[in-house]
């Protein structure tokens, strides 16, 4: 596989990072840019999900060199250490709490509770710290119980002051949305199956709206509505497809569609196949705000769209 890291890959911009995926088999290959990087933290994770894949099954990995300036941001986010390439220069390791938390590979439920703990710092905002660890837990449970990822899932994290940004990336090579769906529910398409994951009710435990006692097919949904409700950006890549939720304008109003097809977001079923999943979402942490009247919106609609499925299969809800 070859993978291009540009100079600047976030959201917004994510299409120009993953059009140049270059998904053959065997060794890995990653040529950054030549000038400096910095990246989502999604971006991160890809790199380093298809690094601990290429080494399980034994190819070589390769990262090309880069200058100096590029260097102390991707060896202090733990870049070569999770792709297995020793560091090319000896780097300050500034404090990380508070600014942001390394790649780190999280094959366990143990791992995750670790995780969890070291993320705190990053909230700066007690009011949203339970909201954004029960995401963050969502998304790597997610891969822990549906993926089958040999490597478990890799996740970082970063947080930008200047706009109270938390940014967050969580990949996988494992199964991916539609293996993984198409256990209990028909779909047809990489895209199809991502919009079916983000709406409430629908697991892939099982064939029932609002799943069972262990999985209520609710995360991605709630992840999604926390970064619609806060005008941030959520993409969701896996297979062929890509979903990205778009801020939309301040002027518009704040509207949770449990249908994902109707949400103001750009969509691609077309693109290099990833091998699994990969995730990044960004989350405004507004002290100020009153996070918790979000969280009851985004239950007030699950719980309406639940009961709405169970009365009648096909129809669709919208809720302000």
């Known amino acids: 596989m070859r993978i291009y890291v540009p100079n600047s890959a976030f959201l917004g911009n994510i299409e120009a990072f ?3 995926l270059e998904p053959t088999s065997g060794d890995l290959e990653v040529t950054l840019n030549e000038r400096w990087v910095a990246v989502h933290p999604m971006v991160l994770a890809m790199v380093a999900a298809a690094g601990a894949k290429a080494r399980r099954d034994g190819a070589t990995v390769q990262i090309a060199e880069t200058p100096a300036r590029s260097l102390p941001y991707l060896i202090r986010m733990g870049l070569y250490g999770a792709l297995g390439a020793p560091a090319p220069t000896d780097v300050v390791a500034h404090e990380a709490a508070g600014r942001f ?5 999280i094959r366990t439920n143990e791992d995750l509770a670790e995780f969890i703990i070291e993320m705190i710092p990053l909230l700066h905002a007690p009011e949203a710290s339970d909201s954004i ?3 963050v837990s969502e998304l790597v449970r997610n891969v822990l119980e549906h ?3 040999r490597d478990g899932a890799f996740v970082c994290a970063q947080y930008f002051a200047t706009s109270r940004r938390l940014s967050v990336g969580v990949a996988d090579t494992g199964r991916g949305i539609r293996s993984s769906l198409s256990e209990h529910h028909p779909v047809g398409s990489d895209l199809e199956a991502i919009h079916l994951a983000m709406q409430p009710g629908i697991t892939g435990t099982s064939p029932n709206f609002g799943g069972n006692e262990y999985n209520a097919g609710a995360g991605l949904f709630f992840t999604k509505s926390i970064a619609r409700a806060s005008r941030n950006f959520f993409v969701v890549y896996s297979g062929g497809a890509l979903f990205k939720l778009l801020k939309g304008a301040e002027t518009a109003d704040r509207v949770l569609h449990a249908d994902s097809t109707r949400d103001y977001a750009t969509r691609h079923s ?15 942490i507004d002290a100020s705000a009153t996070f918790q009247q979000l969280l009851d919106d985004i239950y007030t609609a699950y719980r309406l769209e639940i009961r709405s499925a169970k009365k009648d299969r096909f129809k669709r809800a919208r809720f302000a």
């Open 18 to 20: 993953v059009q140049r």
């Open 147 to 149: 993926s089958r990822s």
């Open 101 to 105: 938390i390394p790649l780190s590979q």
């Open 133 to 135: 660890k029960y995401v």
């Open 270 to 284: 077309d693109l290099p196949e990833w091998q699994g999943t990969a995730i990044g979402i960004d989350i405004a």
